[in-house]
């Protein structure tokens, strides 16, 4: 039985009918990636019972390799996150409603946790694939930057040493032109279509199980030998 | 005979070794869209004997509509340019070694001149199909605002009434990528990477493919019937 | 009694208590700069009425130089147009409530003019006080772009050979201030923040002074000596 | 005697004349702002004996509170920041001709240190004013970064329990010039001036004034009274 790679993606959230996090943890869900298994799930966008769920994924998938997605609007580029913080502030309300400031995500936690993907690997193999990648030091104060958090203090109190981290995604294309469209027909402020990169949802599809691919290594090298 | 759709590119130029323009005038060339057979040529970045090299490949093909198209370095979406000016100011050298400043293109010609391509109908088009697009008032004052102002100069001087217009492409993912290999590889400085948008290749063709068929019935009203 | 010069600023729009251009203005109605007396006035945000207007402030200051003022959310630097193009294609609507889509300023009028004033020796001037300024090849499609078309054409019309031209100026930083503030407070969404960057007013002035002092030796260089 | 308010700026690099946080230090040594003696200093940009430099400034001045100082290039906007982590990730070499990679800043020290400052307090204030700022997740992963891990860093080991945090500055107007003035004469590349937006000096010299005076009411909070 092979070991489980655990990808993550959230519901669409902000408005949107889209979110490319769901369509590719969707998509790879089933898949076999460097010798790994993948299991694809959604969450929610929402604060509430995002710990629980996580608990829930990591005793139900033991996974070997945990990669969580999101949308970062505005990016262009695939975004390796190096740390996530011990931060919930939120600029907008989460699905449920929710808007956190300045909260602390763990109560006494650590102020930030490091990726343990192999971040330079993977920058590394994507970019010889010409596909654009970038490290960045933050993921933000939102969603994103919490399921981070909370798998790596999920991950480090169960010491599981598996690599984990999360990828930040652009819009899709067709995000970017249905805000444009939405402006074009006054449904929607000008403004608020400030953010007009976007990929390819193939690419991004490129560049996740490449990443899945290149960490499965490290992961491989990590494990006991059975 | 079909009646023909000339469709331009240009050359490498400014350091890098590809230019999505090349690649898609190439790709499309003998290509039958909306009733159109494509002409597709690449042009060289210099602007002695771009003129000239307009006038024979108007004489030429004697075209029912001409689409030019070129890179845009940091633009994120497809963008069509509704003027040409009457001014070639060039922040970097053209590939002959020119850097013209606040040169007129055409002396004593008019100050700009507008696109006659149904903009409105293509950005409508491309937008339905989920394609990021949008309408620009500048093409620059590079060798992108030259072959725009000289296409709709030389097919004003002939009385010849056929939709023209200029695209602007983003950068293709893979120069995105070699850029951020050089900067990390310290072969370039890292400002120099400040542009990180791009488009995937298929998406920019099956772009330019609906702005032809768009154009095509524009230019079909527009013939006399046979 | 010394020339003229007329400075053109536009009331607040677009749901701001502040325009930098109104207070510019005001802030030099009256002064002398270059042996010229600057009459400043401020214009409505309208495009009814707008063509009259600046008839009349030109019959009544017959000035010997014109620099309209207005503001351009989110630039960063002293922007000079090069050109006013005939085009009106609002994104928001105008203070009388018009928002007019593709239009032309003057009916079959040219696709654009030219500005006059001496553009490279107001940047090379206010670039060596240590400025940010910059030359631009798009005045937009709203009311800042259909004023300088209309001065331009105004002028060509009466064949006054003064020197004409468009400043744009980025926000105030209290304006910035304001919609942080009103994003933290949930008055607006996050994403109409998305324009960051601003700008003193003393600045602004110290770069509208030395633009009229050096436009006035060009003004001074084509008048009749009496 | 006052307490101390220790305030450290960075001298030039990355090929610039000026650093507006070495200015600020410069300007403000010596001033009484909020019942606090301002100590500032200007530090070489360099990793090397960074650490030494800091501790020996803390034992010096004993300050009540602690503000390090940075150039942020292309910021428009007053920026705190709410964390340092333990990565020293440089893209350009520092003035000793330093360039880490991955590197951390204190091995085996946490992943991240939060900022002690009262930043809404400050965010508040400065809003009210009219001065734009904003918070920020990240300082980077260069000297401003390291700075500001480094002061947490040995306030907490030696159990001081003061106010301390990093502010990012915007360019000069005058650095943004010579940016474009440079450009302009061909000395630099024309992407090497991507970043445009900057601050007036008096106005980011209004700002820190605020911040020192918020931030001196909080470490008066903190300290027992004599």
Redesign the interface.
């Known amino acids: 039985m092979s070991a489980t790679a655990l990808i993550t993606g959230f519901e669409a959230y902000g408005g949107w009918a889209l979110n490319p996090s769901a369509q590719l943890a969707h998509a790879l869900d089933g898949a076999l990636i460097g010798g790994l298994r993948v299991v694809g799930r959604t969450l929610p966008v929402a604060m509430t019972g995002l710990a629980q769920r996580i608990e829930s994924l990591l005793e139900e998938t033991r996974p070997a390799l945990v990669i969580a997605l999101g949308l970062a609007?505005g990016e262009?580029?695939i975004r390796l996150e190096?740390?996530g913080?011990?931060?919930a502030?939120f600029?907008?309300a989460d699905n449920a409603g929710a808007r956190l400031s300045?909260a602390a995500i763990v109560p006494e936690g650590?102020?930030?946790?490091?990726a343990t993907l192999p971040l330079?690997a993977i920058?590394k193999a994507?970019?010889?694939?010409?596909?654009?990648?970038?490290?960045?030091?933050?993921a933000?104060?939102y969603l994103c930057?919490a399921i981070l958090y909370l798998l790596l203090d999920a991950l480090e109190r169960r010491h599981w040493r598996v690599p984990c981290g999360f990828i930040h995604l652009p819009y899709l294309?067709?995000q970017?032109?249905?805000m444009?469209?939405d402006?074009?027909a006054g449904k929607i402020?000008?403004?608020?279509r400030?953010?007009?990169?976007?990929?390819?949802l193939?690419?991004m599809e490129r560049a996740l199980r490449r990443a899945i691919a290149v960490s499965a290594e490290a992961a491989a090298a990590r494990r006991p030998r059975g």
């Open positions: 609007p262009a580029m190096r740390f913080v011990n931060l502030d600029e907008i300045d650590a102020a930030a946790r490091a330079r920058e994507l970019l010889a694939d010409g596909i654009p990648i970038r490290l960045s030091t933050s933000g104060a930057n294309p067709e970017v032109a249905m444009f469209a402006a074009r402020e000008v403004n608020q400030a953010d007009t990169a976007s990929m390819d193939a690419l």
